[in-house]
Structures are given as structure tokens and as C-alpha cells.
T-cell receptor, first 113, second 114 residues
Framework: GENVEQHPSTLSVQEGDSAVIKCTYS??????FPWYKQELGKRPQLIID?????GEKKDQRIAVTLNKTAKHFSLHITETQPEDSAVYFC????????????FGAGTTVTVRA | DAGVIQSPRHEVTEMGQEVTLRCKPI?????LFWYRQTMMRGLELLIY????????DSGMPEDRFSAKMPNASFSTLKIQPSEPRDSAVYFC????????????FGPGTRLTVL
């Protein structure tokens, strides 16, 4: 099944700066890559996802890029704000078209005021 | 919609006791997932159901864990007997449609086994 690796494990940024989190995956056939955000003590929530037929997707201050050749995808947060402080998880289907997701280990993002 | 509902929100029990966690998925969702989250192991999928049928239980740690989904609006995760290493946050999530639709997580149950 799919193996997803996520880096870095922790990230501290100054408010207003950008944050980038990168994930690599093992199965070249993988075609769906969601990102979840989990605030302290809360549930994970989907913030953005990308399918393999596009290279980039944006939603206001967040964007995800996908490099199928290198088998990695990244989350970009621009103009970071204190409310962006959370743990972010990337994921990919355990197998193509599988309902089961393999999650990365998570990145704890801290935005310093 | 109230979202995915889990109960109890917190559970403290003693080693050896039976623990039952409950989940009500979002109405109309046909897939249900049980996850366990710990600092050491991150977010792990324990089991998932599709149309009330268990599809993949390869993540269930051992025979002490069991899960049921008797109907489309209710699922349980049971641990018997519980052990301190079972202490974690257990999330239930549900989703509808194809494999690439969003999973909606419940608020979780924080389990502490003394």
C-alpha cells in the first residue's frame, strides 16, 4: 500500500511569512491528495485536495502543488496568520481508488505574532 | 446537519474493563471509518465500513478490538479488555460517494485507561 512521508515535522514562521510543507508518496498510480488541518484539541478537517490531473490548486491563501514525476506534493500557506497554527496532515489513497487513506505523520505549524 | 456525532467525548476507565465507543455518521453517508490518534503513532485507520459492511479491518490492533455497524446510522468500537496502551483519541469519520470525497471527522473520544 501507499507510504506517505511528510516534512518537516515542525515549522515555526513569523506572521505574514509563508509556510511550505512537503509530502512524498510511493505509488506512482496515486491520484488523489488531500490535506487536513487539525487545531489543538479539535478534529481533522479537510482544507484542500488535488487530483492527479492538475498540477496546482489554490484557495485564497492556501495552495497545493503536485509533481507526479518526483512523486511529491506540497502545501503552501501565504501571509500566515495566528489562526493558521495547527497540525497539518497530508494523505493519499492506500491503493488507487481505495477508500482508505494513508496519512503523513503531520507537521506542527506555529505562527509567531 | 449536526455532523458526525461521537459519544462519550471523554472516557476514563481501569485496565481490564470493557470500553464501548459510539458513532453516528452524517445522514446519507455510506462509508464510516474508525481512527486512533496518538503522539507516537499519529493517525491510524483501524477499520472502515462501506454500506454497513466491514471492508478493511487490517488496522485493528488485536482481538481485543471489535467494531460493528448494525445500521447506516450507528457504529460501535469495543475494546475488551482495555489496556493502558489503548489510551488515545478515537475518531470516527464518514463520507459519501466515491473514493475521493471528503472524510468528515467527528469530535473524537479521548480514552484514558488507568
Amino acid at each position: 500500500g501507499e507510504n506517505v512521508e511528510q516534512h518537516p515535522s515542525t515549522l515555526s514562521v513569523q506572521e505574514g511569512d509563508s509556510a511550505v510543507i512537503k509530502c512524498t508518496y510511493s505509488d506512482s498510480a496515486s491520484n488523489y491528495f488531500p490535506w487536513y488541518k487539525q487545531e489543538l484539541g479539535k478534529r481533522p478537517q479537510l482544507i484542500i485536495d488535488i487530483r492527479s490531473n492538475v498540477g496546482e490548486k489554490k484557495d485564497q491563501r492556501i495552495a497545493v502543488t503536485l509533481n507526479k514525476t518526483a512523486k511529491h506534493f506540497s502545501l503552501h500557506i501565504t501571509e500566515t496568520q495566528p489562526e493558521d497554527s495547527a497540525v497539518y496532515f497530508c494523505a493519499a489513497p492506500y491503493r488507487v481508488n481505495d477508500y482508505k487513506l494513508s496519512f503523513g505523520a503531520g507537521t506542527t505549524v506555529t505562527v509567531r505574532a | 446537519d449536526a455532523g458526525v456525532i461521537q459519544s462519550p467525548r471523554h472516557e476514563v476507565t481501569e485496565m481490564g474493563q470493557e470500553v464501548t465507543l459510539r458513532c453516528k455518521p452524517i445522514s446519507g453517508h455510506n462509508s464510516l471509518f474508525w481512527y486512533r490518534q496518538t503522539m507516537m503513532r499519529g493517525l491510524e485507520l483501524l477499520i472502515y465500513f462501506n454500506n454497513n459492511v466491514p471492508i478493511d479491518d487490517s488496522g485493528m490492533p488485536e482481538d481485543r478490538f471489535s467494531a460493528k455497524m448494525p445500521n447506516a446510522s450507528f457504529s460501535t468500537l469495543k475494546i475488551q479488555p482495555s489496556e493502558p496502551r489503548d489510551s488515545a483519541v478515537y475518531f470516527c469519520a464518514s463520507r459519501t460517494g466515491g473514493a475521493y470525497n471528503e472524510q468528515f471527522f467527528g469530535p473524537g473520544t479521548r480514552l484514558t485507561v488507568l
